[in-house]
């Protein structure tokens, strides 16, 4: 019987250190520290109960209100906090560090608008803080002060359109920065001056403003690209081009990373200098002369013609070199009510006139030009035909001297045969004899 009230006495221990509370179960984590898991369970405050050595607390989903950090007071070891997925609106601000060992603090998806100055004081040893999925619209420069040890900070998923200038100023330790699925537009210049190189940067799905003031974030990227991640799930993996341009239009879809300078910075173009008579356009001064005819009409006698003398007339279409428009600035009244605007005169252009010369002398070139050809032409026809003059007289006087070489020759035989036939004649004489 003693035996098995001691087994009973050692088993009812160690249902205690199993729970601590109904519903709450007690392990540890992977680091081998104490643990109490109340997920879900409908909790608005913590219970009482608890051993005060644990290290980890586990609230999420539960309907927690409020944070409160004397409520964790009692833990003097506490490690880590979890509080997602609750009901919080605001974290307040401690003047002194009520908890100086908690180290991992869990708030996302909660109810979150804005941090104020100094938030996390009542811990000065966070190395993680996790504030994603809330509705945060607004930081200040102080917000984080007093984490100098911070290394994770986690503001995905929240409403934050303009990042404070000093922000990271008191984080000096921090490591990886998730910024990604925002609303903001800009980068301050020299945002990193504190820690130039933060190894993990999560800075996609943001609706980025690519223009001039974008410069720094453009030349930062040029250094530390391969720190800029995107992550899907467990999934991390290096992606510096998931920066991309939300406006202006031209440049919407495309990498942050890709863009020049003069991409984001484009020149202006330089403002038409005062009194450049080539800028003015003579449809302006007809737009603002036609509306002044119909109101001279009343005032004209019956007896005089329809328009009169002493206005000068007005021009209807439009002309490069306008000749009724008056050559002085002052207005000219058409009657007691209505002027006319003053207009400069409209000079030619030194650019036209560059170009009317331009077409004379390449008239004038064509003209001579053509002018050589047709004489070059007639020279060649000529050239050809003595050429053929003078053929046909080499060839005639080179058929007529062999024909007279065979006519000496064969009269030359003619007159050796009768000399022969003379001399034999005369031999043959001489022998009768």
Not at 314 to 325: A, E, I, Q
Not at 329 to 356: C, D, F, K, Q, W
């Amino acid at each position: 019987m003693q035996l098995f009230l001691i087994l009973l006495s050692l088993l009812s221990c160690h249902v205690a250190t199993v729970t601590a509370w109904a519903g709450c179960t007690r392990d540890r984590d992977k680091d081998h520290r104490t643990r109490e898991n109340c997920t879900a369970l409908s909790f608005s405050d913590i219970p009482a109960g608890f051993d005060p050595t644990t290290k980890v607390m586990l609230f999420t989903n539960n309907l927690f209100s409020s944070l409160s950090w004397s409520s964790f007071q009692i833990f003097t070891a506490i490690y880590e906090i979890d509080l997602s997925g609750n009901k919080i609106p605001q974290v307040t601000s401690s003047v002194t560090p009520i908890l100086p060992t908690l180290s991992v603090l869990r708030l996302g998806s909660n109810r979150l608008t804005s941090l104020s100055d100094g938030s996390f004081t009542a811990c000065p040893a966070l190395t993680e803080l996790y504030l994603d999925n809330n509705v945060v619209d607004s930081l200040s420069d102080h917000t984080f002060s007093g984490l100098s040890k911070l290394e994770i900070l986690d503001l995905s998923s929240n409403r934050i359109k303009v990042l404070p200038e000093l922000m990271l100023h008191p984080l000096p330790a921090i490591e990886t920065l998730y910024l990604e699925s925002n609303k903001i537009m800009v980068m301050p210049d020299d945002w990193f001056s504190k820690k130039e190189e933060v190894p993990y940067l999560f800075l996609s799905a943001n609706p980025w403003a690519c223009s001039c003031s974008l410069g720094y974030l453009r030349r930062y990227l040029d250094n530390y690209e391969f720190n800029v991640y995107t992550r899907e799930g467990p999934i991390i993996q290096s992606d510096p081009e998931s920066l991309v341009c939300d406006s202006p239009q031209w440049l919407k879809d495309k990498p942050v990373v890709t863009l020049e300078e003069s991409d984001l910075c484009p020149p202006e173009p330089e403002p038409n200098p005062a009194g450049d008579s080539d800028k003015q356009t003579i449809p302006v001064h007809t737009d603002s002369v036609a509306p002044a005819v119909p109101d001279t009409t009343p005032l004209i006698p019956m007896t005089l013609p329809p328009v009169p003398t002493t206005v000068p007339p007005v021009p209807t279409t439009t002309s490069s070199f306008p000749t009724t428009v008056p050559t002085s600035t002052a207005a000219v009244p058409l009657n007691g009510s209505h002027t006319l605007a003053p207009h400069p005169t409209v000079r030619p252009s030194t650019e036209m006139t560059g170009t009317i010369c331009a077409i004379r002398c390449r008239g004038v070139f064509c003209f001579w030009l053509c002018t050589g050809c047709l004489l070059l032409c007639v020279a060649s026809v000529a050239f050809i035909l003595v050429i053929l003059v003078w053929l046909v007289g080499w060839c005639k006087r080179d058929y007529n001297l062999p024909n007279e070489a065979v006519a000496r020759r064969g009269g030359g035989g003619e007159v050796v045969m009768l000399s022969t036939y003379s001399r034999r004649e005369e031999k043959e004489g001489h022998e009768e004899e």
